[in-house]
């Protein structure tokens, strides 16, 4: 593959780095029972969610398995099991920074490790087993856009020269 390939090849993943992302949770996998229980934080730890990106939950067998969303990670820790589930299909949109808490309420999935943490920038909500995070700003999430923005620009002016020296 030759230079130009690499520069179009590393502008493409720029640009892709700065829009809205779509994950598809557990990948191939999907959403259910995992093969051990660290399976969907080793999911989410391959991952830097943004504002702005959304997590797609889906799954064979429709009554197989849910989503469902808890407030705390108590509530998560314990397997809370909310009245509001949702089936194969749900989108769940990261609007704000701070975590999110997913999980199956069917049967003893959660405890199988059928349930997920998404954190947009620092954790929230975690109070007792994890560090208290400092407090979150609302407004952090506008400066870290048009940084990612500058970036970009900055690459594109890089590579633009790249070209023009090739
Ligand atoms: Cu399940």
Redesign the pocket.
Known sequence: MGLMGCLLIITVALLKGATAESYVVGDSLGW??PPNTSFYSDWTNSKTFHIGDEVLFNWTGTL???VAEVSTLAEYENCTKPGIVYLSGYTANLIANGSRFFL?T?DN?CELG?KMIVTVGSPTNTSSTLAAPPPSDSSYSAPSLTFAGALVSVFSLIVVSLFNYV
């Open positions: 259910t029972v197989d398995h849910n199956c069917v999935h059928m």
